[in-house]
């Protein structure tokens, strides 16, 4: 027994410590071993990449490569041959999204509300000024061996990883490694392959950036630092981040997205400054396909498919959504869908709860509609061609790597198993040759003489041991290493009982077809044993039961309920609506009977029977005909809203994150919007680019967007900017008087910053070569509104600070162009008046907050009546899909009439935008885009029953119900299908 | 009678630049009629062309055939519509000021077992808020505490007072309990993938020790004397007569389904406060005799799947089903004033308009147990009264004329219309 735990014992050393050639600088402790690893693999079916290949061919691996590939290579002196009849040799896969052998990034909680903000970094040492741009972090650097996380990737057929640490918007580089166990030298291919960027800031506790729109400022705002880095500014010193992100743009560059938007706002940023990223996705791609196809990369994508949600209680259920429930259907298709779109991508075990579940997953995506060919790229030639490492893995040729599988057939069938996974020629055996199934002959030697059985072996985990009978018998095989436990005697019913009363043990050491060990029998005793191979098992080819490809939904645009199933797009028509109520907001005020035409996309006529052809005519008797409403102060369809991160960030876009999923786009359709300002939240003085959206409910984000509008940014006042509600504050301003002291100090900055751009570029002009100024996206967004080329909407409240923006405005040039909230207007209307804002309110909102408390509902009225440009917003959005009625309290609470009530959200916020020529009222040539409603539309008995836009009928009641009805069936179908699919492995 | 005619001019001259100095009227004593008026009965019927004789502080007759003595005092509401005074039927009214001020909050007490808790102590007759309320109509309002479990006992004010004591209209009537969440939030999901908890089960079990705590307490009120005095047991012994009710504020289906129990174990008289998921269990409600308040139909359904629509036509409904409900208004942002148009939503999505005034009237006042007193414009009931230029429910018609509670009338001024003069002033304008 002794002698075989050495044998063992030796054996693991050997595997672990054989070198393929000494390492020349390196002591030897000992005796040189030298070693070239030479083995020569015949009769092969050799599969040397997607397109190639050899049947009953040889390969020759040398010195952790190949020497050579072919039908007719001859097994040269000294290499060792290896029999691989019936076996197949494949490329080892790549990974290239992994973090195998770095550092775990490690976070720190921190509250902004109970410590404050962080505004600057913590990172000691001559970086750059934000915690979350790393471009410096250099895997190769702190990498090292991780056997454990090695072996479990090469047990799924893994041999070279791309490696980086996951932190950071800018993370650095990727080092290429095998996954050979030999030593950090020898594993170590490339040692800056790749440069990672992602969305996510990672352990950073900085307070910028707080949002999405924030991660791409900063992304965008690090390039151009980068770029002017370059000429060495004595302002800036030494900047080890900027340089270091100078220095790996060569490499190539990959952006963590992990979801379909995310994707495309990642290429984006690409587009802008000639970077192409390799782009790792998440399982929602599909869709999207014609927009990530647009997008030109090529895509790592992650195998996590959404598990079933627990619907097994229709309460439970209940609270699954329709698009959690299409997702969880359909997300397997993701890779399917790439394949089908011919979008080049890679696969990864990332993302995975656990890389255990790999080979399920794959062959789930397998099973919808991924190839084997594209698997099989995708795991092998497109990682190394991405990377471009093909010179050294991704494909079996002379002078790679040797790199390879030895499977027991075609690698996609459920049946094979990987045997072998060699890896720079070394060889780590995955699973034991499933060839040792088949009967032997066992011999037990007692000291009664011995006794003699059969064992039949199935595989590795099951054999039956057949004395007179079948006994009741446990076996094991794992690697050379067996055990067996049998129940001598008659095979007993209640075998559990007979087990546990009268077992013998057996231990031993498989020595190819030899197998020979020791055991206690069921008295106690020591025995010996052996077994012999008598018949090797017939190599079954099982019929394998194919499982069919299942049958998915549509896809739905949005991927949302209420969603318009693929090809169900609304169209663009030629819309007459007649015999309506048509408040026009024009001279011609309210005209009763009459027809509207909407012909493409704009109002082509109005008038008395109008006698023309029309898609579609819609009878408006007895309704009410209004512009469509125009929500000045929205938070919908957005990522993310606030960039609190710093007092100032005029620099973030809300349009970088629009969200056009949001059902609250539909559902605000349902109340006659059909235009919405989306806006920076108040969190900071100087907020973000704001985005002027149509709810086009179905497009992507792009196409949400209010083309050729004037832009737009949010300001903010008071308690919101203050943080007065923050335990501790630390970011200045806390009162009125920073506030005032902001906004100075940013437009003065901005004059200094325009007056440098002037001068260099006169300079430029004359001739004179000079240093560029550094380009400030921030101080950029201010330098447009001092050039009228960008306008401000206000958050606000009380008179003081209202008068306190003017007075900046007033001294520096601009004119606020919007107050929006502000609910003391009423307190100072003339002065707001003087200084040529207009005013965008709330109808009756009051007592949430201490700034308002002297609100009240005739504000609207009372500027109306002083001659200011008033408009009623939202802010919510409930709220926002009932907007008339909120006007409609501008009668109730200060007399203001109908029509003047009507156009505070049509005309009156279509004024504001700079968009009156485009939208908020019926005149012919503007956009279609109008409301028909059951009832006077300031009335509460006004239900919108056709919302359409630049003549696209986006919502009417019909409709709905037909989506409500295909929400309830759709629901119903999915949730069947994973009660009945809960049987099912996957 | 002149003496009447004179305060209900002054009212109307009084202008000041202050809430503070809008004093609550004076009891109203003799008789006036309100003539010539589409009465909203409350009840469903309208009265056209109607006279309501008021008597001190009641109601003495409505009709058509009411002889107005010559001399009397009459207001002539021709053209007018007149309404019950509307009821609010669930508010933190006066126990909150300032939402974001911790200071000005006195709506949540600590601890999960508070039904001695009474709401009514802490309100403030000089809140800023309660005359922007009355202004639209709303003449009562029942004043809830919050909490995280059993928060405490309910009273039912009207608006015209100087303390509590003299606002009070019905004293601890109610006792609110806020049911555990019962379900995972889809963030709970999403946040968290091992399902250790259960928050159904856990929901439930303390539902079980609340019911324990009842029986517990229903043994005690079966003894007259105690050698030791349990407050909180004490605090719910009109559960068990039926003359408090059992307020539930619950929303999602696991809650209300648990509510029943109240009703079959204790035979409580149960109101569901809140109920967004109402519509889906509306005849298991019917079958168990249980009403329902509507928090606040102007909100967003819960998931994107549902009928965009679905809180706008929760009580069309309970209506269909023959369930017992009314409607409230939670807005913090507008707290409370828009009422009138919540119900009226209720109208557009199903509702006939008397329905949709029974809301926030009549049916308002059965629940709240106040229904002998006032709710509907009948005989005997207090004259609390709401005259409108047109129609209540619409926010373009919606503007009251004179309001009355008790028979007083009561002055319409709020820091609001006091403001707004102030700055008509000072702009010339009209």
Same mark, same amino acid.
């Given at each position: 027994?002794?002698?075989?735990?050495?044998? &063992?014992?030796? =054996?693991?050393? +050997?595997?672990?410590? %054989?070198?393929?050639?000494?390492?020349? @600088?390196?002591?030897?402790?000992?005796?040189?071993?030298?070693?070239?690893?030479?083995?020569? &693999?015949?009769? =092969?079916?050799? +599969?040397?990449?997607? %397109?190639?290949?050899?049947?009953?061919? @040889?390969?020759?691996?040398?010195?952790?490569?190949?020497?050579?590939?072919?039908?007719?290579?001859?097994?040269? =002196?000294?290499? +060792?041959?290896?029999?691989?009849?019936?076996?197949?040799?494949?490329?080892?896969?790549?990974?290239?999204?992994?973090?195998?052998?770095?550092?775990?990034?490690?976070?720190?909680?921190r509250s902004s509300f109970s410590q404050g903000q962080q505004l600057f970094s913590d990172t000691k040492g001559a970086y750059g000024w934000n915690e979350a741009i790393k471009p410096g972090t250099e895997a190769f650097k702190d990498f090292s061996i991780d056997n454990d996380k090695a072996e479990s990737f090469r047990k799924l057929g893994f041999g070279t990883v791309l490696s980086h640490v996951e932190d950071g918007i800018a993370r650095g580089t990727g080092v290429l490694v095998t996954l050979a166990n030999t030593n950090d030298n020898f594993v170590m291919l490339k040692e800056r392959a790749s440069a990672h960027y992602s969305f996510s800031k990672g352990i950073s506790t900085q307070s910028y950036p707080s949002s999405l729109m924030g991660d791409i400022a900063l992304l965008r705002q690090t390039y151009l630092d980068a770029a002017w880095y370059k000429q060495k500014p004595v302002e800036e010193g030494t900047n080890l981040s900027l340089q270091a992100w100078n220095n790996n743009q060569p490499l190539p560059q990959i952006f963590e997205a992990n979801d379909k938007w995310n994707d495309l706002r990642a290429d984006r940023i690409g587009d802008e400054f000639g970077v192409q990223y390799i782009i790792k996705a998440g399982v929602n791609e599909y869709q999207r396909m014609d927009d990530i196809k647009a997008t030109n990369a090529t895509f790592i994508l992650p195998l996590n498919f959404p598990k079933s949600p627990d619907v097994s209680d229709p309460e439970d259920a209940a609270t699954v959504s329709l698009s959690e429930l299409k997702n969880w259907e359909m997300a397997p298709s993701n890779p399917a869908a790439?394949?089908?779109?011919?979008?080049?991508?890679?696969?990864?075990?990332?993302?995975?709860?656990?890389?255990?579940?790999?080979?399920?997953?794959?062959?789930?995506?397998?099973?919808?509609?991924?190839?084997?060919?594209?698997?099989?790229?995708?795991?092998?030639?497109?990682?190394?061609?991405?990377?471009?490492?093909?010179?050294?893995?991704?494909?079996?040729?002379?002078?790679?790597?040797?790199?390879?599988?030895?499977?027991?057939?075609?690698?996609f069938d459920s049946k094979t198993e990987i045997l072998d996974n060699y890896i720079q020629g070394h060889q780590y055996e995955i699973n034991p040759d499933a060839s040792t199934a088949g009967s032997y002959r066992v011999t037990i030697l007692t000291a009664k003489g011995d006794e003699n059985y059969t064992l039949e072996v199935k595989n590795s985990k099951s054999a039956t041991l057949i004395g007179k009978d079948s006994l009741d018998t446990k076996f094991e095989q794992e690697g050379k290493k067996i055990t067996i436990r049998f129940s001598p005697g008659k095979k007993e019913s209640n075998t559990k009982k007979s087990m546990a009363e009268n077992a013998v043990r057996l231990s031993g050491l498989a020595s190819g077809q030899e197998w020979s060990g020791i055991g206690i029998d069921t008295l106690g005793n020591s025995i010996t044993w052996t077994a012999t191979l008598i018949k090797k098992a017939k190599s079954e080819v099982k019929k394998e039961k194919k499982e069919e490809s299942p049958t998915l939904g549509k896809v739905f645009y949005p991927f949302e309920p209420y969603g318009w199933e693929e090809g169900k797009l609304p169209q663009q028509e030629t819309i007459l609506i007649q015999h309506a109520t048509i408040w026009t907001n024009e001279n011609e005020g309210v005209l009763t009977d009459a027809d509207l035409l909407i012909k493409d996309g704009k109002i082509a006529a109005i008038g008395k029977n109008l006698k023309v052809k029309a898609d579609k005519i819609i009878d408006g008797t007895?309704?009410?005909?209004?512009?469509?409403?125009?929500?000045?102060?929205?938070?919908?369809?957005?990522?993310?809203?606030?960039?609190?991160?710093?007092?100032?960030?005029?620099?973030v876009r809300i349009g970088d994150n629009l969200n056009p999923e949001d059902i609250n786009i539909y559902r605000q359709l349902s109340g006659g919007v059909t235009t919405s300002h989306i806006l920076h939240g108040s969190a900071n003085t100087i907020g973000g680019q704001t985005q002027l959206i149509k709810l086009r409910w179905g497009v992507d984000d792009e196409g949400l967007k209010f083309k050729g509008a004037a832009p737009f940014i949010k300001f903010a006042l008071g308690e919101n900017v203050k943080q007065s509600r923050y335990n501790v504050n630390t970011r200045y301003p806390v009162t009125r008087m920073g506030v005032q002291e902001v906004l100075i100090?940013?437009?003065?900055?901005?004059?200094?910053?325009?007056?440098?751009?002037?001068?260099?570029?006169?300079?430029?002009?004359?001739?004179?070569?000079?240093?560029?100024?550094?380009?400030?996206?921030?101080?950029?967004?201010?330098?447009?509104?001092?050039?009228?080329?960008?306008?401000?909407?206000?958050?606000?409240?009380?008179?003081?600070?209202?008068?306190?923006?003017?007075?900046?405005?007033?001294?520096?040039?601009?004119?606020?162009?919007?107050?929006?909230?502000?609910?003391?207007?009423?307190?100072?209307?003339d002065k707001l008046l003087k200084h040529g804002a207009n005013v965008s309110t709330f109808s009756d909102w009051w007592a949430y907050k201490m700034e308002v408390m002297d609100a009240i509902p005739y504000n609207a009225a009372i500027m109306q009546k002083m001659g200011l440009n008033v408009a009623i917003n939202s802010d919510d959005a409930e709220m926002a899909r009932r907007l008339n009625q909120e006007a409609a309290k501008t009668i109730k609470y200060g007399g203001v009439t109908e029509e003047q009530a009507l156009k505070m959200v049509t005309l009156n916020p279509a004024k504001m935008l700079h968009v009156e020529n485009r939208v908020g009222s019926l005149k012919v040539g503007k956009d279609g885009d109008v409301v028909l409603w059951s009832d006077n539309p300031l009335s509460i008995y006004a239900k919108p029953l056709y919302t359409i836009i630049e003549g696209t009928i986006y919502f009417d009641r019909q409709t709905n119900e037909e989506k409500m009805q295909e929400i309830k069936s759709e629901r119903q179908r999915i949730i069947l299908k994973i009660l009945n699919e809960k049987k099912k492995p996957f | 009678m002149k003496n009447i005619l004179f305060i209900l001019l002054t009212v109307f001259v009084l202008q000041v630049d202050a809430q503070e100095t809008v004093a609550p009227a004076k009891a109203h004593q003799g008789v006036f009629f309100i003539s010539h008026a589409t009465i909203h009965v409350g009840n469903g019927t309208i009265i056209q062309q109607g006279t309501i004789k008021i008597k001190d502080d009641k109601i003495e007759s409505v009709g058509t055939d009411i002889a107005v003595p010559d001399g009397a005092i009459v207001i002539d509401a021709t053209g007018q519509e007149v309404y019950p005074g509307l009821i609010l039927s669930t508010s933190t009214l006066g126990l909150n000021e300032v939402g974001a001020v911790k200071a000005t909050n006195d709506t949540r007490e600590l601890g999960e077992l508070n039904p001695d808790v009474r709401a009514i102590v802490a309100y403030n007759t000089d809140s800023k808020v309660i005359n922007t309320l009355r202004s639209n109509g709303i003449l009562l309002a029942n004043i809830v505490p919050e909490g995280s479990f059993v928060a405490g006992s309910s009273s039912v004010v009207q608006l015209d007072a100087w303390n509590w004591e003299d606002a009070l209209y019905l004293k601890d009537g109610g006792i609110h309990i806020f049911m555990p969440s019962m379900q995972r939030s889809r963030w709970w999901r999403f946040f968290t993938s091992n399902n250790q908890s259960d928050p159904y089960k856990e929901g439930l079990a303390k539902i079980e020790k609340l019911k324990t705590f009842f029986k517990e307490a229903k043994a005690y009120a079966a003894v007259k004397e105690h050698e030791e005095t349990n407050l909180k047991y004490e605090s719910v012994k009109g559960l068990f007569d039926q003359s408090q009710t059992l307020f539930v504020h619950a929303n999602n289906v696991k809650q209300i389904l648990s509510a029943i129990d109240f009703v079959k174990e204790f035979h409580f008289k149960v109101v569901l406060v809140g109920a967004e998921e109402c519509y889906r269990v509306a005849p298991l409600l019917k079958e168990n005799n249980m009403a329902v308040i509507l928090l606040q139909p102007h909100q967003l359904p819960d998931m994107a799947d549902d009928d965009i629509d679905q809180p706008y036509k929760n009580a069309a409904v309970l209506q269909k089903a023959g369930v017992l409900f009314a409607i409230s208004d939670e807005a913090s942002d507008t707290r409370g004033r828009n009422l009138p148009f919540n119900a009226g939503t209720a109208a557009t999505y199903g509702l006939t308009k008397e329905e949709a005034l029974a809301a926030i009237t009549l049916n308002a006042a059965k629940i709240l147990n106040i229904a002998d007193k006032t709710g509907s414009l009948e005989a005997g009931k207090d004259a609390n009264i709401v005259i409108s230029?047109?129609?209540?429910?619409?926010?373009?018609?919606?503007?009251?004329?004179?309001?009355?509670?008790?028979?007083?009338?009561?002055?319409?001024?709020?820091?609001?219309?006091?403001?707004?003069?102030?700055?008509m002033q000072k702009y010339n304008l009209k």
């Amino acid at each position: 027994m002794r002698i075989l735990q050495r044998c &063992f014992i030796w =054996a693991v050393c +050997v595997l672990l410590v %054989l070198p393929m050639a000494a390492q020349p @600088t390196f002591p030897v402790n000992g005796v040189a071993n030298p070693n070239h690893g030479y083995f020569a &693999f015949t009769n =092969a079916t050799i +599969v040397q990449d997607a %397109l190639q290949t050899i049947t009953n061919g @040889t390969m020759i691996i040398k010195d952790g490569k190949i020497l050579s590939i072919g039908k007719n290579v001859q097994t040269p =002196a000294g290499a +060792v041959e290896v029999d691989c009849s019936g076996k197949y040799i494949y490329p080892s896969f790549i990974d290239i999204y992994t973090d195998y052998g770095v550092p775990q990034p490690k976070r720190q909680s921190r509250s902004s509300f109970s410590q404050g903000q962080q505004l600057f970094s913590d990172t000691k040492g001559a970086y750059g000024w934000n915690e979350a741009i790393k471009p410096g972090t250099e895997a190769f650097k702190d990498f090292s061996i991780d056997n454990d996380k090695a072996e479990s990737f090469r047990k799924l057929g893994f041999g070279t990883v791309l490696s980086h640490v996951e932190d950071g918007i800018a993370r650095g580089t990727g080092v290429l490694v095998t996954l050979a166990n030999t030593n950090d030298n020898f594993v170590m291919l490339k040692e800056r392959a790749s440069a990672h960027y992602s969305f996510s800031k990672g352990i950073s506790t900085q307070s910028y950036p707080s949002s999405l729109m924030g991660d791409i400022a900063l992304l965008r705002q690090t390039y151009l630092d980068a770029a002017w880095y370059k000429q060495k500014p004595v302002e800036e010193g030494t900047n080890l981040s900027l340089q270091a992100w100078n220095n790996n743009q060569p490499l190539p560059q990959i952006f963590e997205a992990n979801d379909k938007w995310n994707d495309l706002r990642a290429d984006r940023i690409g587009d802008e400054f000639g970077v192409q990223y390799i782009i790792k996705a998440g399982v929602n791609e599909y869709q999207r396909m014609d927009d990530i196809k647009a997008t030109n990369a090529t895509f790592i994508l992650p195998l996590n498919f959404p598990k079933s949600p627990d619907v097994s209680d229709p309460e439970d259920a209940a609270t699954v959504s329709l698009s959690e429930l299409k997702n969880w259907e359909m997300a397997p298709s993701n890779p399917a869908a790439f394949e089908k779109a011919g979008i080049p991508f890679c696969l990864t075990t990332a993302d995975l709860p656990s890389t255990k579940m790999f080979w399920t997953h794959l062959q789930k995506a397998m099973l919808y509609g991924l190839s084997a060919e594209e698997a099989l790229k995708a795991l092998t030639a497109t990682p190394a061609a991405t990377l471009g490492i093909d010179n050294l893995v991704g494909s079996l040729q002379e002078g790679k790597l040797a790199n390879f599988l030895i499977t027991s057939g075609p690698i996609f069938d459920s049946k094979t198993e990987i045997l072998d996974n060699y890896i720079q020629g070394h060889q780590y055996e995955i699973n034991p040759d499933a060839s040792t199934a088949g009967s032997y002959r066992v011999t037990i030697l007692t000291a009664k003489g011995d006794e003699n059985y059969t064992l039949e072996v199935k595989n590795s985990k099951s054999a039956t041991l057949i004395g007179k009978d079948s006994l009741d018998t446990k076996f094991e095989q794992e690697g050379k290493k067996i055990t067996i436990r049998f129940s001598p005697g008659k095979k007993e019913s209640n075998t559990k009982k007979s087990m546990a009363e009268n077992a013998v043990r057996l231990s031993g050491l498989a020595s190819g077809q030899e197998w020979s060990g020791i055991g206690i029998d069921t008295l106690g005793n020591s025995i010996t044993w052996t077994a012999t191979l008598i018949k090797k098992a017939k190599s079954e080819v099982k019929k394998e039961k194919k499982e069919e490809s299942p049958t998915l939904g549509k896809v739905f645009y949005p991927f949302e309920p209420y969603g318009w199933e693929e090809g169900k797009l609304p169209q663009q028509e030629t819309i007459l609506i007649q015999h309506a109520t048509i408040w026009t907001n024009e001279n011609e005020g309210v005209l009763t009977d009459a027809d509207l035409l909407i012909k493409d996309g704009k109002i082509a006529a109005i008038g008395k029977n109008l006698k023309v052809k029309a898609d579609k005519i819609i009878d408006g008797t007895g309704k009410h005909l209004t512009p469509g409403i125009i929500d000045e102060h929205s938070h919908i369809a957005t990522a993310s809203v606030n960039e609190g991160g710093q007092s100032v960030t005029s620099e973030v876009r809300i349009g970088d994150n629009l969200n056009p999923e949001d059902i609250n786009i539909y559902r605000q359709l349902s109340g006659g919007v059909t235009t919405s300002h989306i806006l920076h939240g108040s969190a900071n003085t100087i907020g973000g680019q704001t985005q002027l959206i149509k709810l086009r409910w179905g497009v992507d984000d792009e196409g949400l967007k209010f083309k050729g509008a004037a832009p737009f940014i949010k300001f903010a006042l008071g308690e919101n900017v203050k943080q007065s509600r923050y335990n501790v504050n630390t970011r200045y301003p806390v009162t009125r008087m920073g506030v005032q002291e902001v906004l100075i100090d940013a437009f003065t900055r901005a004059k200094d910053y325009r007056k440098s751009w002037q001068e260099y570029n006169e300079k430029m002009k004359r001739g004179i070569k000079t240093a560029a100024p550094r380009k400030d996206l921030e101080l950029d967004a201010l330098v447009e509104i001092l050039e009228k080329k960008r306008f401000i909407t206000c958050h606000s409240y009380v008179q003081s600070e209202l008068k306190a923006a003017m007075e900046v405005g007033d001294k520096m040039g601009y004119t606020v162009n919007t107050f929006t909230h502000v609910l003391e207007g009423y307190k100072v209307a003339d002065k707001l008046l003087k200084h040529g804002a207009n005013v965008s309110t709330f109808s009756d909102w009051w007592a949430y907050k201490m700034e308002v408390m002297d609100a009240i509902p005739y504000n609207a009225a009372i500027m109306q009546k002083m001659g200011l440009n008033v408009a009623i917003n939202s802010d919510d959005a409930e709220m926002a899909r009932r907007l008339n009625q909120e006007a409609a309290k501008t009668i109730k609470y200060g007399g203001v009439t109908e029509e003047q009530a009507l156009k505070m959200v049509t005309l009156n916020p279509a004024k504001m935008l700079h968009v009156e020529n485009r939208v908020g009222s019926l005149k012919v040539g503007k956009d279609g885009d109008v409301v028909l409603w059951s009832d006077n539309p300031l009335s509460i008995y006004a239900k919108p029953l056709y919302t359409i836009i630049e003549g696209t009928i986006y919502f009417d009641r019909q409709t709905n119900e037909e989506k409500m009805q295909e929400i309830k069936s759709e629901r119903q179908r999915i949730i069947l299908k994973i009660l009945n699919e809960k049987k099912k492995p996957f | 009678m002149k003496n009447i005619l004179f305060i209900l001019l002054t009212v109307f001259v009084l202008q000041v630049d202050a809430q503070e100095t809008v004093a609550p009227a004076k009891a109203h004593q003799g008789v006036f009629f309100i003539s010539h008026a589409t009465i909203h009965v409350g009840n469903g019927t309208i009265i056209q062309q109607g006279t309501i004789k008021i008597k001190d502080d009641k109601i003495e007759s409505v009709g058509t055939d009411i002889a107005v003595p010559d001399g009397a005092i009459v207001i002539d509401a021709t053209g007018q519509e007149v309404y019950p005074g509307l009821i609010l039927s669930t508010s933190t009214l006066g126990l909150n000021e300032v939402g974001a001020v911790k200071a000005t909050n006195d709506t949540r007490e600590l601890g999960e077992l508070n039904p001695d808790v009474r709401a009514i102590v802490a309100y403030n007759t000089d809140s800023k808020v309660i005359n922007t309320l009355r202004s639209n109509g709303i003449l009562l309002a029942n004043i809830v505490p919050e909490g995280s479990f059993v928060a405490g006992s309910s009273s039912v004010v009207q608006l015209d007072a100087w303390n509590w004591e003299d606002a009070l209209y019905l004293k601890d009537g109610g006792i609110h309990i806020f049911m555990p969440s019962m379900q995972r939030s889809r963030w709970w999901r999403f946040f968290t993938s091992n399902n250790q908890s259960d928050p159904y089960k856990e929901g439930l079990a303390k539902i079980e020790k609340l019911k324990t705590f009842f029986k517990e307490a229903k043994a005690y009120a079966a003894v007259k004397e105690h050698e030791e005095t349990n407050l909180k047991y004490e605090s719910v012994k009109g559960l068990f007569d039926q003359s408090q009710t059992l307020f539930v504020h619950a929303n999602n289906v696991k809650q209300i389904l648990s509510a029943i129990d109240f009703v079959k174990e204790f035979h409580f008289k149960v109101v569901l406060v809140g109920a967004e998921e109402c519509y889906r269990v509306a005849p298991l409600l019917k079958e168990n005799n249980m009403a329902v308040i509507l928090l606040q139909p102007h909100q967003l359904p819960d998931m994107a799947d549902d009928d965009i629509d679905q809180p706008y036509k929760n009580a069309a409904v309970l209506q269909k089903a023959g369930v017992l409900f009314a409607i409230s208004d939670e807005a913090s942002d507008t707290r409370g004033r828009n009422l009138p148009f919540n119900a009226g939503t209720a109208a557009t999505y199903g509702l006939t308009k008397e329905e949709a005034l029974a809301a926030i009237t009549l049916n308002a006042a059965k629940i709240l147990n106040i229904a002998d007193k006032t709710g509907s414009l009948e005989a005997g009931k207090d004259a609390n009264i709401v005259i409108s230029k047109g129609d209540i429910l619409d926010m373009r018609k919606s503007i009251i004329s004179r309001a009355f509670i008790q028979g007083r009338q009561i002055d319409l001024t709020n820091k609001q219309t006091l403001l707004y003069e102030k700055y008509m002033q000072k702009y010339n304008l009209k």
